[in-house]
Nanobody, 124 residues
Framework: QVQLVESGGGLVQAGGSLRLSCAAS????????IGWFRQAPGKEREFVAA????????LYADSVKGRFTISRDNAKNTVYLQMNSLKPEDTAVYYC?????????????????WGQGTQVTVSS
């Protein structure tokens, strides 16, 4: 299996940007599809973005499309989520997750490995 650790969260003003990182250990990133999910207080965990094994394919939730960019560097065992034009509704704990499947899923169950989460707070 693979262990995941998120970092890069913090407090930012609306309109600002943050770059989240997901670092892997235990196994290289290359066999895994990587997804980012977020969960706000009292809300269900929701899909944000995902990237295929090769990095050639990406998928975004409609709510973040055009503002967020997911990328990966398999040589560094790291996946990134660049978040621009942040809005208060982006406030949540952001989780990195890995899936053994080659196809990108937007649900949580296909992702077997999860990080501890990193808090993102966007002030208005």
């Amino acid at each position: 299996q693979v262990q995941l650790v998120e970092s890069g969260g913090g407090l930012v003003q609306a309109g600002g940007s943050l770059r989240l990182s997901c670092a892997a250990s235990g196994r290289t990133f290359s066999p895994y599809t990587i997804g980012w999910f977020r969960q706000a207080p009292g809300k269900e965990r929701e899909f944000v973005a995902a990237i295929s094994r090769s990095g050639a394919s990406t998928l975004y939730a409609d709510s973040v499309k055009g503002r967020f960019t997911i990328s990966r560097d398999n040589a560094k065992n790291t996946v990134y989520l660049q978040m621009n034009s942040l809005k208060p509704e982006d406030t949540a704990v952001y989780y990195c997750a890995a899936s053994d499947f080659t196809v990108i899923f937007t649900t949580t169950s296909p992702y077997n490995y999860w990080g501890q989460g990193t808090q993102v707070t966007v002030s208005s």
